[in-house]
C-alpha cells in the first residue's frame, strides 16, 4: 500500500495541476463594482474641481481686484499721456527741473500699478475671464511705450538741468554787454570771449547726456542751436575786433536766419514725437472701454 500510494501521488498530483490549470479564472463582481465606482468619483472629483475653480466667487476673487488696479493704473497712464502731448512751455531751467520732477513721479506711479497688474494677470487662472485677461495684456503692452517714453525723457532732460542754470546765471552776467559794443569794443569783446569759452563747456555737458532713439532729433536740434549761438558769439567778437559795423550786422543777420530755421526744425521734430503718440493714446482709450465692458459684462453674468 506504501508503495502503491508512491506511485500512486506523482500521477494525482499531475491530475490536480492539469484540473487547477483548465478551471476558468474568474473576475469578481465586486472588484468591476469597485472600478466603475473608482472612474466615477475620479469623473466627479474632476467635474467638481473644474466647476469650482470657474465658479462666479472665483471670477469674481480675480476680476474684481483685478479691475482696481487696472483703473488705478489707467489713471497713472493717462497722467503721462497728458504730460508727454502737454503744450506748455518750458522756458528755462527751473520749469525744466519741474516738469522732470513731475515725470518722476508719473512713472513711479505707473509702474507700481504696471507691476501689481501683471501679478493679477498672471493668476487670472479661471477660463471664463480669457477674453477679460488678453485685453489687460494689450493694454499693458502698449501703456509700458509710454512708461518707457516718460522715463527716457526723464534720463535726457535730468542732465539738461544743471548746465541751463548754469547758462541763465552767465547770461545774467553778459546783460548789458551790447552798451559796450561800439564805446569799449576790447571789453565787449572780453566778455563775450568768456562767456563763449563757458558756453562750449555746457555744450560738452549736452553732448554728453544720452538721448534715446525717440528723443534723438529733439537732442540733436537742441545742440544745433547752441553751437550756432556759440558761432555767433565768435563772429560778433571778430567784428568788434575789425571795428566792422557791416561784419556786425552780417554775423547778426545769420544768426537769426539760422536760429530761426533751427527753431523750426526743433518745433517739427517735437510735433513728430507727440504724433507718435496721439494715436497711441487713442488706441489706450478703446481698450480702456474695452476693458471696462468685458467687466461690466462679468458682473452682470456672474452677479458680483
Known sequence: MAEEVEKKTPDLQKEELLVKKE????????????????LAVVGLVAFFTVNLLNSPARVKEQAMPAQQIFSDYHKAITKISDHILDDSEVSGAEDLEREVKKAEGFVKDAKGAKEQLETMISNMSVSQLKEYKASLEKYNALASEFIQA???SVDLYSAYVSPLKKYEDLSVELSG?????????????????????????ILDTFKSAKASDLYKDMHENYIKQTENEIQFLDDMVKAAENRDVDEIAAAQKTYGEQ????????????DAYKEKFEDKTDELEDLEEEISDLYSSLKAKFKF
Open 23 to 38: 478551471l476558468p479564472k474568474k473576475k469578481s463582481p465586486l472588484g468591476a463594482v469597485f472600478g466603475v465606482l473608482a
Open 150 to 152: 516718460e522715463q527716457e
Open 177 to 201: 554787454v551790447s552798451q559796450y559794443l561800439y564805446n569799449n569794443p576790447s571789453k565787449y569783446v572780453e566778455m563775450l570771449e568768456e562767456f563763449k569759452n563757458e558756453e562750449s563747456k
Open 259 to 270: 536760429n530761426q530755421k533751427l527753431s523750426d526744425d526743433g518745433e517739427r521734430a517735437e
